[in-house]
C-alpha cells in the first residue's frame, strides 16, 4: 500500500497552545482563524499601519473606550503589541519555533466587531528554529534555521521589536505625548501575561522564560513578576496604560498605581 507524506505543518505547536489558552485556535479574538490567512482579500500588510493606518487604529480605540487622544494611543498600542507577540511568544514557548513577523508578513484588518484590530500570518511566513528541530531538515523554504537559543532570541528581537514595533512606536510617540517607556511596558506585560497564560500546555519554568524573552527585547526591567496570593506568578507593571484616565476608569490588575 502506498504510503501519503504528510506534510510538515510548522505553526501546529503554537495552535496547539492556542487550543489550550483559549479553547480554540479558530476563534480567538484578535488573531485570525489558526493564525495564518489563506485569502488575503481584505487584508492589509502592517507595514501601512506604522503611515496610512495609524489613525484608523486611533480613532478605533478612541470610539471603543471613549478615551483621550493619548490613552487611546496606549491602548491601542497595548492591545497591537499583545496579539502581535503572541504567536512569537508561543511558538517559542510551545516548541522553539518562532515566525518571523515581519511587517509584511503580518496582516491586518478592522473589520471584527470585538477586537479592536485583527492581525494574520502571510501562508508560508517564514519560521526560525534550530538545528535539533525536524523542521530543519524539513526542505520547507520558509524555514531558517539559527545555530542556538540565543541567535533564536535574536530573531525573535529582530522581528517582533527591531523591524515591526519600533517603527510604530516612533509614529505614535510623534502623533501624541507619551513616553516609550510607558509603551514598552506594554509589551513587556503583554509577553509576560503570554507566558503565564500558557503555563499550563507548555514546558519549563515561566519565570525563566519571561526573562528570557523580556531580556531578548530589552524590556526587563519594565514590571515584575511575583508570587500571587494564590500561589501562582502574577505580573506588576512599572508603567501604567493609562486605564484610569478613561470616562470609566479601570485600574488593571498588576498596575503600577495601585495601593493596597
Known amino acids: ?11 501546529a505547536p503554537l ?9 480554540t485556535s479558530t476563534e480567538v479574538p484578535g488573531l485570525a ?6 485569502d488575503l482579500a481584505g487584508w492589509t500588510p502592517t ?15 478612541h470610539r471603543r473606550w471613549s478615551a483621550q487622544p493619548h490613552a487611546a494611543a496606549a491602548l491601542a498600542w497595548k492591545s497591537y503589541t499583545y496579539w502581535l507577540a503572541l504567536p512569537a511568544v508561543l511558538g517559542w514557548t510551545s516548541a522553539r519555533r518562532v515566525p518571523l ?11 471584527d466587531p470585538r477586537p479592536l484590530i485583527t492581525l494574520g500570518l502571510r501562508p508560508g511566513i517564514p ?8 523542521l ?10 539559527v545555530a542556538d537559543e540565543a541567535a533564536l532570541l535574536a530573531e525573535f528581537r529582530r522581528s517582533v521589536l527591531d523591524e515591526h514595533l519600533d517603527p510604530l512606536l516612533d509614529a505614535i510617540h510623534g502623533r501624541v505625548r507619551l513616553g516609550k517607556r510607558t509603551l514598552l511596558g506594554s509589551l513587556a506585560s503583554g509577553v509576560a501575561h503570554g507566558v503565564l497564560r500558557s503555563a499550563d500546555a507548555v514546558p519549563g519554568s515561566s519565570a525563566e522564560t519571561i526573562d528570557k524573552l523580556l531580556g531578548a527585547l530589552g524590556v526587563r526591567d519594565l514590571i515584575e513578576v511575583y508570587p500571587s496570593q494564590h500561589g501562582k ?6 508603567t501604567c496604560c493609562l486605564a484610569f484616565t478613561l470616562p470609566r476608569p479601570k485600574v488593571c490588575r498588576g498596575c503600577c498605581i495601585k495601593t493596597s
Open 1 to 11: 500500500m502506498e504510503l501519503t507524506q504528510v506534510r510538515p505543518r510548522p505553526l
Open 15 to 23: 495552535t496547539a497552545t492556542l487550543r489550550t489558552m483559549f479553547g
Open 33 to 38: 482563524p489558526d493564525l495564518v490567512v489563506p
Open 47 to 61: 507595514a501601512r499601519l506604522a503611515d496610512v493606518h495609524l489613525d484608523t487604529l486611533l480613532d478605533a480605540a
Open 101 to 111: 513577523l515581519s511587517t509584511t508578513d503580518t496582516v491586518m484588518h478592522f473589520d
Open 127 to 134: 519560521v526560525a528554529v534550530l538545528p535539533s528541530d525536524p
Open 136 to 145: 530543519a531538515v524539513s526542505g520547507l523554504p520558509q524555514v531558517r534555521v
Open 233 to 238: 506568578l502574577d505580573v506588576r507593571r512599572k
